[in-house]
């Protein structure tokens, strides 16, 4: 299995690591930027945009990028469920207390909804990684 995983790392390109990287730093960036403004949540540092949008979620997409949409989907719920139980269990996410959508969603289904609009990211990355990808003109080269 940790040869399939390694494998399957080493057939993309840096240019490709580099897309996902940019890509998911910055919606990262954005949606903390968009929970802090709205006062929903937020992470209690600022590294943690890079440890989870850049060095969690990027090997995770790459590795599922070859299902369906629909697959890509279920395990990018895995894999944000275990993301966001553990950010607000060791309290290194914060919760605005009150905020929209905990009115909207109860707060006992916050975490709940965080990881149902989350998980679509991994789909939706791995589809525009891919359009960008195929657009520039660059050495397919894989990292080896």
Known sequence: MLA???????KVSFAEVCIYSILYLITGILMN??????????????????TCYAL????????????????????GLLAIGILELSGYTFQT?????????????????LTLAMTLFFAVYFPLGNMLVSHIYKKLPLQKKLLQ
């Not at 399939?4 to 080493?10: A, C, D, G, W």
């Open 4 to 10: 399939t995983i390694t494998e399957k790392l080493r």
């Open 33 to 50: 930027s968009i929970g802090i403004y709205f006062e929903i949540v937020r992470f209690e540092h600022w590294w943690q945009i890079i």
């Open 56 to 75: 969690y979620m990027v090997p995770i997409s790459i590795l599922i990028k070859e299902y369906s949409f629909f697959n890509q989907y279920c395990y």
């Open 93 to 109: 996410s914060y919760v605005y207390p009150n905020n929209i959508l905990s009115e909207l969603f109860t707060p006992y289904n």
